[in-house]
Antibody, heavy 119, light 107 residues
Framework: EVQLLESGGGLVQPGGSLRLSCAAS????????MSWVRQAPGKGLEWVSV????????YYVDSVKGRFTISRDNSKNTLYLQMNSLRAEDTAVYYC????????????WGQGTLVTVSS | DIQMTQSPSSLSASVGDRVTITCRAS??????LGWYQQKPGKAPKRLIY???SLQSGVPSRFSGSGSGTEFTLTINSLQPEDFATYYC?????????FGQGTKVEIK
């Protein structure tokens, strides 16, 4: 059974940093691209970033480019999202997600972790 | 970037009704589209992939159709557990983009 468990969310001041983690199990982690998707309170889903299984390819939505960095440790079956220069508009539940394959749809989701950016 | 326009943004329906939700892409995306269901406080769940393939375990009252720029999710005979918000997601190119969502409410 595929399981994705996010951690690292919390309250941070504007301009601050936070690192999210996603522990994966139930599949061969290194074979699959992994994504982050976020959802601001009461709003729709927004795709944030993706990293290929090898870690060699990454993409970001424009609004986080230069501030967020996706990474992974295949030896630990863990995905990360380093978030710097946080803004109020980054407040959201952040979901870790497994892609069916590179440039394919998301097939599994974690339960999410809440990031609140506020002074 | 590819824009996904989803309609309607909300609808009210009764148990047993047939419901149709549409997503239009700003450019052709072949059949690179999925549909997801989200209930309050929960993670999304995949219903349909490749525009029309039903995810294993999803009831057959859900169906998807379309290719290119216009796609449809249909729910036949709406059940109480189907009241939720539905999203389309294009994965033809990065950045991926979601539709704005359709909230299906009880009439």
């Amino acid at each position: 059974e595929v399981q994705l468990l996010e951690s690292g969310g919390g309250l941070v001041q504007p301009g601050g940093s936070l690192r999210l983690s996603c522990a994966a199990s139930g599949f061969t982690f290194r074979y699959y691209a992994m994504s982050w998707v976020r959802q601001a309170p009461g709003k729709g889903l927004e795709w944030v970033s993706v990293m290929s299984g090898s870690g060699g390819q990454t993409y970001y939505v424009d609004s986080v480019k230069g501030r967020f960095t996706i990474s992974r440790d295949n030896s630990k079956n863990t995905l990360y999202l380093q978030m710097n220069s946080l803004r109020a508009e980054d407040t959201a539940v952040y979901y870790c997600a497994k892609d069916r394959e590179w440039l394919a749809e998301i097939d599994y989701w974690g339960q999410g972790t809440l990031v609140t950016v506020s002074s | 970037d590819i824009q996904m326009t989803q309609s309607p943004s909300s609808l009210s329906a009764s148990v047993g009704d047939r419901v149709t939700i549409t997503c239009r892409a700003s450019q052709g995306i072949r059949n690179d589209l999925g549909w997801y269901q989200q209930k309050p406080g929960k993670a999304p769940k995949r219903l349909i992939y490749a525009a029309s393939s039903l995810q294993s375990g999803v009831p057959s009252r859900f169906s998807g159709s379309g290719s290119g720029t216009e796609f449809t999710l249909t729910i036949n005979s709406l059940q109480p557990e189907d009241f939720a918000t539905y999203y389309c997601l294009q994965h033809n190119s990065y950045p991926r983009t979601f539709g704005q969502g359709t909230k299906v409410e009880i009439k």
